[in-house]
């Protein structure tokens, strides 16, 4: 399942993101790739212990604690430090899959983390650059994504996904991965969509108590399905 979430970071946010991106110290994005990816990344990238790196994942942190979209949809256990990638001059990213774990390197020792989401919060509108679409291959067919400043695509990690060379003007964002709280991708969609329409019918002022015993079912199935 791909999940747009919408207007992740505002528009004051993201001025101060770009404002920050400006000047900060961009490095081969190779240097967090795997052996296999490695041979297909050609971006720019901050480094994980760069200050700005650190502080705007910090503020991408919060911008996604108080999203309820994304919340509901990646039901998230433990999110990776936002890192943040440039593609400019024809830069791209070939086919790749991302690794399936992890470490997260914050406090000392690295806590494995098992990426079952990878996420892309796009900084810059799609009509600052050509090219630079994410494209997702997945078992409903293949997906080409640009989304508006501020948006967010949440996709499944296992999937095959390049970005497209960008030939004009440069494409900024902000990627991580999410270990959820659900493993199996299948009972993720199931519960995002109860979840969606049991706020629809509270909305609709359905009667209470068909709500509650929904909302009930929904809790049940987490806790059937959830690992902690
Ligand atoms: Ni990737």
Redesign the pocket.
């Known amino acids: 399942m791909l999940l747009h979430v919408p207007e992740v970071l505002t528009a004051d946010e993201l001025a101060s993101c770009r404002q920050r991106l400006a000047q900060a110290p961009w490095a081969d994005g190779r240097v967090t790739a795997g052996h296999q990816?490695a041979l297909a990344k050609h971006n720019l990238q901050l480094p994980e212990d760069a200050v700005e790196a650190r502080e705007l994942g910090a503020m991408v942190l919060e911008a996604l604690a108080r999203n309820t979209t994304f919340f509901a949809g990646a039901l998230p256990r433990h999110i990776f430090p936002p890192l943040f990638n440039c593609y400019r001059g024809g830069g791209s990213?070939g086919l790749?899959v991302?690794n399936a774990i992890r470490y997260d390197r914050r406090g000392g020792q690295g806590i494995p983390v098992r990426t079952d989401l990878?996420a892309t919060l796009f900084l810059n509108d799609p009509q600052e650059y050509d090219g630079g679409g994410l494209i997702i291959e997945d078992t409903f067919g293949t997906h080409t994504v640009k989304l508006a400043a501020g948006d967010m695509i949440l996709y499944p990690s296992s999937s095959l996904?390049q970005v497209e060379p960008v030939t004009r003007g440069e494409r900024l964002a902000s990627f991580f991965w999410i270990q959820s709280l659900v493993r199996d991708e299948q009972q993720r969609r199931m519960l995002l969509e109860l979840d969606v329409s049991i706020q629809s019918l509270t909305q609709s002022h359905a009667p209470h108590s068909d709500v509650l015993r929904l909302t009930g079912i929904y809790h049940n199935l987490l806790r059937a399905w959830s690992e902690t």
């Open positions: 990816s990213f790749h991302d990878s996904h």
